[in-house]
Antibody, heavy 122, light 105 residues
């Protein structure tokens, strides 16, 4: 069965750092582009970052560019999001999501994890 | 950046009603649009991709149409399980979600 399980969320002070992980199973992890999408409390979905199947191409939303770094370890079937210089407005549930894109960087997401909550507060 | 605007932001409907949600893009995105359903506390679920292709396992009462800048999601006969928030997503250039449409009883 296909699964995505996020971890690493928690409470962090403004200016702090956090690394999220997303463990994938049930599919060939290295074949597909992966997304990070976040949802602030009571708000809508916001695309955060994308990484290609090979890991060679990445893209970021303007709101996180220069502060967040997406990566993947195909040997561990795990996706990461390194977040630094965190701000209150980064408080959200962070979802990792699988696309069906083999070559494209931007695509729709056919599988989502349950999310992990990141709270940025003093 | 491409902006996605959904309308309405919320609607009230009854079981059996036909419901239509609109998503407008600030520039043409061809047919690179997906629709998702999200229930409280849950992850989004893919319903439709490429504007009108139904994801496997999704009931046929859901349908999508449109191209260019205007798209619609239609639920032909609303069922109790359909009360949720619906989002559109463009994946033509970068990726952007609409602000969501809450379908309430």
């Amino acid at each position: 069965e296909v699964h995505l399980v996020e971890s690493g969320g928690g409470l962090v002070q403004p200016g702090g750092s956090l690394r999220l992980s997303c463990a994938a199973s049930g599919f060939t992890f290295s074949s597909f582009a992966m997304y990070w999408v976040r949802q602030a409390p009571g708000k809508g979905l916001e695309w955060v970052s994308t990484i290609s199947g090979s890991g060679g191409s990445t893209s970021y939303a303007v709101s996180v560019k220069g502060r967040f770094t997406v990566s993947r370890d195909t040997s561990k079937n795990t996706l990461y999001l390194q977040m630094k210089s965190l701000r209150a407005e980064d408080t959200a549930v962070y979802y990792c999501a699988k696309t069906t894109a083999v070559t494209a960087l931007y695509w729709y997401c056919d599988l989502w994890g349950r999310g992990t909550l990141v709270t940025v507060s003093p | 950046d491409i902006q996605m605007t959904q309308s309405p932001s919320a609607l009230s409907a009854s079981v059996g009603d036909r419901v239509t949600i609109t998503c407008r893009a600030s520039q043409s995105i061809s047919r690179w649009l997906a629709w998702y359903q999200q229930k409280p506390g849950k992850a989004p679920k893919l319903l439709i991709y490429e504007a009108s292709t139904l994801e496997g396992g999704v009931p046929s009462r859901f349908s999508g149409s449109g191209s260019g800048t205007e798209f619609t999601l239609t639920i032909s006969s609303l069922q109790p399980d359909d009360f949720a928030t619906y989002y559109c997503q463009q994946y033509d250039t970068y990726s952007t979600f609409g602000q969501g449409t809450k379908v309430e009883i």
